[in-house]
Every structure is written in structure tokens, then in C-alpha cells.
């Protein structure tokens, strides 16, 4: 267990639709980053904050978008759904001190019909 | 921009058997990390081990070592006495060296490891 937790785990949305994903990064750490993995691929990174505000983002269309908030909790937002974006969106928590790693919730599995 | 290749999409292994997994990268930077991650069917990344681009020596976690070729911009991985739990994807990632900037990480396509009894 990394301490990082993603709600929630399953989600079935219809194309158009919006969605929210949450994140919870481990205690400590201060950046937040999405990925988002299609069946079969690598993670691709969609952005990333850092103190309540974005620190790098990917190349990804403006209806992705995101939030930080105090506590370093995060939520992802799609908006107009695409048939494309069923994917597995996983959330990264890491600190700017120490080893510069990445620990990872146990993602969101979104499906979009 | 930075690339990572993959080149096995599968690969098998008896178990207690050892196998190594490949990983090419391409960069311009100096200084980076990279990092293999398995993924079992549970989803989660695991960080699997870490290599700093500045440092020589080949990392090492218990049965788990690298074999960093900077030069050649190679990273691979080598599982020692392989377990039925070490069956998953496994993702090779780079990150530049952060400083101000992004803590982002660019992955391969995954090798799929399946440890046979």
C-alpha cells in the first residue's frame, strides 16, 4: 500500500457526460500528478500540481483540467466525454525532497459508452 | 522531448529462473532519473527501482538490479530468482532531474512478465 487512494474505483459515463476523479496523495507529500493509461499502453502524463497550482501538463485538450486543494487532495475533471477517453486514470503523489519518487493510487477505471 | 522503447511486449520465465527485461531511452538532458514500475493485475504501480543518470553504479533491490548503459541509453532490468509474484506488466519510465520544474514521468509500453511454475 502506498497511502495514496483514488475514488472512485469504477465509474461508467455516457459520451458528453462530465466527470470528477478524486485523488488522496500520501501524508507529506505536496505534488500531485494524472496519468492516464488506455488498455495496453503506458501511462501518459496529463498534468501535474504542485501548491494548488498546475506545474506541467501534457498533451492534452483544455477539457482536462484539475484541482489542488490545501490538504494536497486533487480531483481530476473531464469534461464532453469522448468514446476515447475510457481509459485507467492514475493519480501520483510525490515530495520535492528525498528520492523524487512516485507513488501511486490504485486508479480509476472510467468507461465511457 | 523524451522517448521510451520497450521492445518485448511479452516475455515468460521459469520460476527461480532469472530474465532480463529491456528498456532504450532517448533525451537530450544530463542529468535524470529512471525507474521500473510493475503493475500487477491489482493495478497499482509499484516502484520497482531507481536509477540516478549521475551515479555509475547500477542500482540494486534484493533480487532486482539494473544495467544503465549511459552512453548507449539503456536500462534494463534483471529479476533474479523469479517468483510467481513478480508476474505483471513492467514499465521502464525516465524524469528529467527536476529543479523548479515538473516531476513528470515519460513511461515505455510495458513488457508483460508471466513467472511459470
Known amino acids: 500500500e502506498t497511502g495514496v487512494t483514488q475514488s472512485p474505483t469504477h465509474l461508467i459515463k455516457t459520451r458528453g457526460q462530465q466527470v470528477t476523479l478524486r485523488c488522496s496523495s500520501q501524508s507529506g507529500h505536496n505534488t500531485v500528478s494524472w496519468y492516464q493509461q488506455a488498455l495496453g499502453q503506458g501511462p501518459q502524463f496529463i498534468f501535474q500540481y504542485y501548491r494548488e497550482e498546475e506545474n506541467g501538463r501534457g498533451n492534452f485538450p483544455p477539457r482536462f483540467s484539475g484541482l489542488q486543494f490545501p490538504n494536497y487532495s486533487s480531483e481530476l475533471n473531464v469534461n464532453a466525454l469522448e468514446l476515447d477517453d475510457s481509459a485507467l486514470y492514475l493519480c501520483?503523489?510525490?515530495?520535492?525532497?528525498?528520492?523524487?519518487?512516485?507513488?501511486f493510487g490504485q486508479g480509476t477505471r472510467l468507461t465511457v459508452v | 522531448a523524451q522517448t521510451v522503447t520497450q521492445s518485448q511486449p511479452e516475455m515468460s520465465v521459469q520460476e527461480a529462473e532469472t530474465v532480463t527485461l529491456s528498456c532504450t531511452y532517448d533525451?537530450?538532458?544530463?542529468?535524470?532519473?529512471l525507474f521500473w514500475y510493475k503493475q500487477p493485475p491489482s493495478r497499482q504501480m509499484i516502484l520497482v527501482i531507481r536509477?540516478?543518470?549521475?551515479?555509475?553504479q547500477n542500482a540494486t533491490e534484493n533480487r532486482f538490479s539494473v544495467n544503465f548503459q549511459k552512453a548507449a541509453k539503456s536500462f534494463s532490468l534483471k529479476i533474479s530468482d523469479s517468483q510467481l509474484g513478480d508476474t505483471a506488466m513492467y514499465f521502464c519510465?525516465?524524469?528529467?532531474?527536476?529543479?523548479?520544474?515538473?516531476?513528470?514521468?515519460?513511461f515505455g509500453k510495458g513488457t508483460k512478465l508471466s513467472v511459470i511454475p
Open positions: 536509477q540516478e543518470a549521475y551515479k555509475q
Open positions: 519510465a525516465f524524469m528529467k532531474r527536476p529543479g523548479a520544474g515538473s516531476y513528470q514521468l515519460t
Open positions: 501520483a503523489s510525490s515530495s520535492r525532497t528525498g528520492k523524487s519518487e512516485a507513488f
Open positions: 533525451t537530450s538532458e544530463n542529468n535524470y532519473y
